[in-house]
């Protein structure tokens, strides 16, 4: 039995969506006339996944890609069926029940049917590469291989819940310093560009010598009004110029490095893709997977390019027999503690174990540096936006201290 997609009209001839599954398109036609419905369009969710995946991807809105809670909660929810016994047929079908999403219901329904019609789970995912990423595809086929997919799900619904918990600790934490710079730019921008020419071009129009400080502040003041929109235009095509020059290794590479090496932001960047990297190789290497399958696609997890770089040249020397700590130490990108551990766990026959306290350990670094950064951003940014101001309340102050003087 597969799942499908249909678009149909009711009996006022209203336009009507939904999922209903069933063995062939002519059966689910079916059963869309008993229920008193005109089928318009029938695809089957499995094959309409296949082909947007092979053409580029998986649309947000009519593919099958899950966001980081989706993913969560839909691991969390299988993990648990499955491991109160429920068939993993059944498993499913209690999981597109209970979700509220279409697109959770529809690739959900999706795999089932893979699975119902013999395939195993990894390979039903494999069908929605959009949705599930190859962490979960490969940790999956390790868990069916050892008969342990109860607890390999739930290794899989904790990473997905931990990974979801760290990504809002960090939007929370840049939320409120994000809202606030963008605030204090516009309430500047408002005083430069329009309060400030209409009190100030009193003064200046009475031709009296007025204060360096309110002869810079009309300054400035023409300068944005004249150029502003077009500085404004000139970051925006900065930004896209820039976005563009991404796409090309050699300068991402380059970037990437240069990031890895400022004081505070590089160390926030490699934290946060070792930690990243750590937990998805102990989770596949926990699971069975082999070091080097888990090394290839926990480099996937990498957004810096020179740290995916040194995990692929890392896996080259383990596949010659050095070992992985040493593999990793080589390129010096890696935390030193981090690679402490990693030889701590293969000297111990303990490696999954040491992973995971690897990467728990720099998930707490990871946090610990967001949080004191943002403890200092915030007051810095107070008493910045404090010193533009007052400086522009004196300029316009100034020549109303000095006003008879002015005035004669």
């Known amino acids: ?43 089957e969710v499995a094959d309409k996944a296949v082909k947007a995946a092979s053409a580029g991807g998986f649309s947000m809105n009519r593919g099958g890609s899950f966001n980081s809670t989706e993913l969560s909660l839909f691991t969390r929810q299988l993990a648990t069926l499955i491991r109160s016994g429920l068939p993993l047929d059944e498993a499913l079908a209690a999981v597109s029940q209970q979700s509220e999403s279409k697109r ?3 690739v959900t329904l999706g ?27 490969a940790t999956i086929e390790a868990g069916e291989s050892a008969g342990k997919l109860d607890s390999v799900l739930e290794r899989l619904a904790d990473y997905a819940e931990r990974s979801q918990a760290i990504r809002s600790k960090v939007m929370l934490a840049t939320f409120y310093p994000a809202i606030l710079t963008f605030v204090a730019i516009g309430v500047i921008a408002l005083l430069m560009a329009y309060v400030v020419p209409k009190v100030v071009g009193v003064f200046d129009s009475i031709g ?24 404004f235009m000139a970051l925006i095509l900065g930004f896209l110029v820039f976005k563009q020059a991404l796409k090309s290794d050699n300068f991402r590479r380059k970037f990437h490095l240069w990031v890895l090496r400022l004081p505070l932001i590089g160390r926030l960047a490699r934290g946060a893709n070792t930690g990243r990297f750590m937990r998805t190789l102990g989770i596949l290497f926990g699971s069975g997977v082999p070091i080097l399958d888990a090394m290839r696609i926990g480099s996937q997890v990498v957004e810096n390019l020179p ?6 040249a890392a896996a080259k020397r383990v596949r010659e027999g050095a070992s992985l700590n040493k593999s990793l130490a080589e390129s010096r990108l890696f935390p030193p503690i981090t690679m402490h551990l990693i030889g701590s766990g293969e000297a ?60 004669q």
């Open 208 to 231: 009296a010598d007025l204060p360096p400080l309110t002869k810079g502040l009309i300054a400035t003041s023409d300068f944005l009004q004249a150029w502003g929109l077009g500085i």
């Open 307 to 312: 740290m995916k770089e040194a995990i692929d």
């Open 111 to 137: 795999v089932r049917s893979r699975v119902t019609e013999g395939n195993s789970l990894a390979k039903a995912l494999g069908d929605f590469p959009a949705a599930f990423p190859p962490l979960f595809r």
């Open 1 to 43: 039995m597969s799942a499908y997609e249909y678009s149909a009209l009711d009996a006022r001839g209203k336009q009507v969506k939904g999922l209903i599954e069933g063995d062939t398109q002519r059966q689910v036609r079916q059963s869309l006339r008993e229920r008193g419905l005109t089928p318009l369009e029938i695809r």
């Open 348 to 407: 111990s026959g303990k490696l999954d174990e040491m992973l995971d306290r690897a990467a728990e350990n720099q998930e707490r670094e990871l946090e610990t540096l967001i949080a004191a950064l943002m403890s200092l951003f915030e007051p810095i940014l107070i008493l910045t936006m404090g010193s533009v101001v007052l400086l522009i309340v004196l300029a316009i102050l100034l020549p109303i201290f000095n006003l008879n003087q002015l005035v």
């Open 104 to 106: 959770v219901q529809r």
